[in-house]
């Protein structure tokens, strides 16, 4: 079992299925996606399940989309000819979990925004857990994380923060039409990487 098998199997309780999407991963890492094609050959006729798991805790996202690079909007097949990418988060997250054999997405967190330059990047693992914890199925407001930023004294960076934590692959905005935008208070919906949401209950 290699390092990066055993973190997933830490939280995915199919460890046949984890093996299979730790290789996946592990072909992705390097150019930072992966054909069909070879994941066909390695998930031993389970390709489309390994797709399904990949994505649904977003690890792994289709290029294809319908319109926007939004999660919501890409479309999943299973097919030859599909490529699907890693998010920049899970890039980090799978070189260390290699290394390491531990899911750690607040050590992933801390190296991907200091590499990012990012100053406050010492307080970026805070603000993803109290996202997490203020979020409802992973979905968090806008003037909720405007409230989580001012409460750490990042108030004055909100609209940047947002961008970063979209780039990086923590958090992507919910598709939704405007008549619901307008019916709501809270503004734009996020959601957040559900591969993060490991890290408070494995430490």
């Avoid at 730790?22 to 390994?50: F, M, P, T």
């Avoid at 097919?79 to 290394?99: C, H, M, T």
Wanted: charged content about 30%; hydrophobic content about 40%.
């Amino acid at each position: 079992m290699s390092k990066l098998d055993e973190s997933l199997g830490d939280f995915l309780p199919d460890r046949t299925l984890a093996g299979r999407l730790a290789q996946a991963l592990n072909s992705a890492s390097g150019k930072g996606y992966v054909s069909y094609e070879e994941i066909e050959r390695e998930a031993a006729g389970d390709a489309e399940d390994v797709l399904l798991l990949g994505f649904g805790w977003r690890l792994l996202l289709p290029v294809r989309t319908k319109r926007c690079a939004e999660w919501d909007d890409r479309i999943l097949l299973a097919e030859p000819g599909e490529i699907y990418e890693l998010p920049n988060i899970v890039k980090w997250l799978v070189d260390d979990a290699s290394k390491t054999g531990k899911w750690n997405p607040e050590r992933a967190l801390t190296d991907l925004f200091r590499t990012m330059r990012e100053p406050a990047w010492k307080q970026i693992p805070i603000l993803v857990e109290q996202l997490m914890e203020r979020s409802q199925n992973h979905r968090i407001s806008a003037i909720q994380i405007k409230e989580t930023c001012e409460g750490l004294g990042l108030g004055d960076r909100v609209d940047g923060l947002i961008a970063e934590l979209k780039g990086s692959g923590v958090m992507s905005p919910q598709l939704r039409p405007m008549t619901d935008l307008a019916k709501t208070q809270e503004g734009p919906l996020y959601e957040l990487n559900p591969c993060l949401f490991i890290l408070a209950k494995q430490e």
